[in-house]
T-cell receptor, first 112, second 112 residues
Framework: EAQVTQNPRYLITVTGKKLTVTCSQN?????MSWYRQDPGLGLRQIYY???????DKGDVPEGYKVSRKEKRNFPLILESPSPNQTSLYFC???????????FGPGTRLTVL | DAKTTQPPSMDCAEGRAANLPCNHS???????VYWYRQIHSQGPQYIIH???NNETNEMASLIITEDRKSSTLILPHATLRDTAVYYC?????????????FGGGTRVLVKP
């Protein structure tokens, strides 16, 4: 089944403790991105990647890092999480030839 | 990118057609109309998109007015599982980063 998977789905952590949220897609898509969704602020793009080893900042990249060493994986790294990074995070992918984005199920992160 | 305007909410009876309007009066010639939906806190799901012709797929139909300033998403036989927030977005094809910016959307409640 074609899908985007994220892990973990739920995470509660403390300020400053490094964490990684993984994202993987099995559709051989070139493009992947990370979004966060907050009440009243809608969906905001954090980082995106057009292909392996090619990443760029979205609208809210501060406090996040990404890497794209393999086509299928696009992990989101929070080196020193802070409470304002408490949010619902979505990974998405699309093929280079289309504009349809496929989203993962989401990761609900709480930083205490 | 052109902005869109959607009614904040609407109810629909199960089994009936749901017609969701979207106004995009500032749309430009190279921009497509996309529809996504988000079932409570799940990842957004692509529904359909179009440029100027009406489109239909297994999920829905998209009717775009001749002047392209508005469109209507039609769910032909709404089910309880169609209860979700529906987002209308306009984007140029192949936009760099292909960032999705969701506005308020229309919260659709399908009632038995």
């Amino acid at each position: 089944e074609a899908q985007v998977t994220q892990n973990p789905r739920y995470l509660i952590t403390v300020t400053g403790k490094k964490l990684t949220v993984t994202c993987s897609q099995n559709m051989n898509h070139e493009y992947m991105s990370w979004y966060r969704q907050d009440p009243g602020l809608g969906l905001r793009q954090i980082y995106y990647s057009m292909n392996v080893e090619v990443t760029d900042k979205g609208d809210v990249p501060e406090g996040y890092k990404v890497s794209r060493k393999e086509k299928r994986n696009f992990p989101l790294i929070l080196e020193s999480p802070s409470p304002n990074q408490t949010s619902l995070y979505f990974c998405a992918s699309r093929a280079d030839s289309t504009d349809t984005q496929y989203f993962g199920p989401g990761t609900r992160l709480t930083v205490l | 990118d052109a902005k869109t305007t959607q009614p904040p909410s609407m109810d629909c009876a199960e089994g009936r057609a749901a017609n969701l309007p979207c106004n995009h009066s500032t749309i430009s010639g190279n921009e497509y109309v996309y529809w996504y939906r988000q079932i409570h806190s799940q990842g957004p799901q692509y529904i359909i998109h179009g440029l100027k012709n009406n489109e239909t797929n297994e999920m829905a139909s998209l009717i775009i007015t001749e002047d392209r300033k508005s469109s209507t998403l039609i769910l032909p036989h709404a089910t309880l599982r169609d209860t979700a927030v529906y987002y209308c977005i306009v984007l140029p094809r192949g936009a760099a980063g292909n960032k999705l910016t969701f506005g308020g959307g229309t919260r659709v409640l399908v009632k038995p």
